[in-house]
T-cell receptor, first 114, second 118 residues
């Protein structure tokens, strides 16, 4: 069965360091992969999308890589700040035409320590 | 831009009653709206997909007669939890996909509705 794995344990890093979050998937051939941020008691907020034919995408302090051979995406936040503390969700859309259903991972909780 | 609102943000009801949750796209027209449910420390689980003017498509295991979805316009979808029971207590989140497209399948999420059934 299709599976998306994110480290469900919290990731604690020092302010100013680079946070790296991992998303692995199995039995899946995604057309693209998305990263969302979710704060407690709130809906997810879209951050970045990367397509299967793209290796890397950047947006300000954020960088996403996508390795379809390893079936893995890495999400980096450089110069992390306490305000970056949140849960980050990985989401995949299938490599099929028409309506695209997105499947979410459980998310990784990031805590940036001042 | 691309703001989605939900109402109410939280609701407490007695077992056996019905609860309606509204999802609105405020500044864009949404071809498709999605309803998710999220239990504590779990991922978002898609319940159903609704397209304006047509019947919703429910995911496997989601009872369509219990979770009634109406997508009356390009900016409004409603989810009604009928005869709610304590096990229906959860965080319900809607999302909308813009008519204009955007970054592939980018979805804009509402802030969520916390339902507690006593």
């Amino acid at each position: 069965s299709q599976k998306i794995e994110q480290n469900s344990e919290a990731l604690n890093i020092q302010e100013g360091k680079t946070a790296t979050l991992t998303c692995n998937y199995t039995n899946y051939s995604p057309a693209y992969l998305q990263w969302y941020r979710q704060d407690p008691g709130r809906g997810p907020v879209f951050l970045l999308l990367i397509r299967e034919n793209e290796k890397e995408k950047r947006k300000e302090r954020l960088k996403v890589t996508f390795d379809t051979t390893l079936k893995q995406s890495l999400f980096h936040i450089t110069a992390s700040q306490p305000a970056d503390s949140a849960t980050y969700l990985c989401a995949l859309a299938p490599n099929s035409g028409g309506y695209q259903k997105v499947t979410f991972g459980i998310g990784t909780k990031l805590q940036v320590i001042p | 831009g691309a703001v989605v609102s939900q109402h109410p943000s939280w609701v407490i009801c007695k077992s056996g009653t019905s609860v309606k949750i509204e999802c609105r796209s405020l500044d864009f027209q949404a071809t498709t709206m999605f309803w998710y449910r999220q239990f504590p420390k779990q991922s978002l689980m898609l319940m159903a997909t609704s397209n304006e003017g047509s019947k919703a498509t429910y995911e496997q295991g989601v009872e369509k007669d219990k979770f009634l979805i109406n997508h009356a316009s390009l900016t409004l979808s409603t989810l009604t939890v009928t005869s709610a029971h304590p096990e229906d207590s959860s965080f319900y989140i809607c999302s909308a996909r813009s008519l204009a497209g955007g970054q592939g399948n980018e979805q804009f999420f509402g802030p969520g509705t916390r339902l507690t059934v006593l």
